[in-house]
């Protein structure tokens, strides 16, 4: 994959991931991570401007046999929230069964001989009438180890980790742009206390991260080069969001594909990538015009930094 830095910026300063950097520094699990699950980590941590070192997001492997889980850190749903100019406050609570009657309850009390069944979450825009309420289901999202064991969180506290699900899930949907593609491990499979304090470099590591930056701006494109693998890796698995968007990357392919961004993938990614090329090949999509039209000049700056 590309070996470039990707450096972006976050609310807490200015991040600098690399590959090394990333399989040294923030994987979780003792599983290998693919050159493919790194570049879509790298490319979610940037795209949504989150700081890994500071716990705002997390890449797990627990296995070589299992692929990796990314999820977000436990405050970064409602801190972003809090800071949206439309949002204006969140209820949760939990379904409980209590005799043959099923009462919502604020909050994750559950007595003695209740039965919790799901939770609830509403959250407020300023901006709409109609406020917007996600229920979910205990049985839907319980988190169960390979052997189907309930996970430790799960078991010690159901109440709260099912509450978690639905207001992030409530969340995700008042506010698309400020949380897409962004899981709460609540709702992912993740057994066990996740860590929460800052992940320090050494100080040689910092050293070696500045000479990979001289370099990159010097050598052009290595940032651009990375995100444009992630679109790719996204193109391949079928996540297209419309037939203009893939008429688009269709473009991009042709005037700029090589094969240093096919290398970066795996070989089945890259199968992926050369027959969903073909068949756009055979049948492109109806394409926006405007939409190509303003691309393009990302397809300028791209070819720009292949060249340099």
């Not at 790194?38 to 705002?56: A, D, S, V, W």
């Not at 159901?158 to 992030?168: D, E, G, N």
Request: aromatic share 6%.
């Amino acid at each position: 994959m590309a070996n470039g830095l990707v450096k972006y910026e976050t609310d807490t300063g200015e991040v600098k991931l690399s590959p090394g950097i990333i399989r040294k520094y923030l994987v979780n699990g003792q599983g290998n991570v693919s050159d493919q699950e790194i570049t879509m980590f790298m490319g979610l941590c940037r795209y949504q401007h989150l700081n890994p070192f500071l716990r705002e997001a997390y890449l797990i492997k627990y296995s070589n046999n299992s692929p990796a889980t990314m999820v977000t850190g436990k405050d970064v749903f409602t801190k972003r929230a809090a800071k949206h100019k439309d949002f204006d406050g969140a209820e949760s609570g939990v379904y409980v069964q209590v005799g043959n009657a099923l009462e919502k309850r604020v909050g994750t009390m559950v007595l003695g001989g209740e039965s919790l069944v799901g939770a609830w979450a509403i959250v407020h825009r300023k901006n709409w009438e109609i406020v917007l309420e996600t229920s979910v289901s205990l049985s839907e999202y319980i988190g169960k180890k390979k052997d189907g064991s309930i996970t430790k969180q799960w078991s010690e506290k159901p109440a709260t980790m099912i509450r978690k699900v639905a207001l992030v899930q409530a969340m995700r949907e008042a506010f698309p742009e400020d949380f897409q593609g962004l899981y709460d491990a609540s709702e992912m499979p993740v057994d066990g206390e996740l860590k929460t304090e800052p992940v320090e470099q050494e100080e040689e590591i910092v050293e070696t991260v500045d000479a990979e930056i001289v370099e990159e701006e010097v050598s052009g494109g290595s940032t651009q080069r990375g995100i444009y693998e992630a679109e790719l890796i996204d193109w391949a698995n079928g996540d297209l969001i419309s037939p203009d968007e893939g008429k688009i990357l269709h473009k991009k392919l042709n005037s700029n594909f090589n094969d240093e961004a096919l290398k970066a993938l795996h070989r089945e990614t890259r199968k992926k990538v050369i027959e969903r090329q073909k068949v756009l090949e055979k049948d492109p999509p109806p394409v926006d015009e405007d939409a190509v039209s303003v691309d393009n000049e990302a397809v300028g700056i791209f070819s720009e930094g292949q060249d340099g």
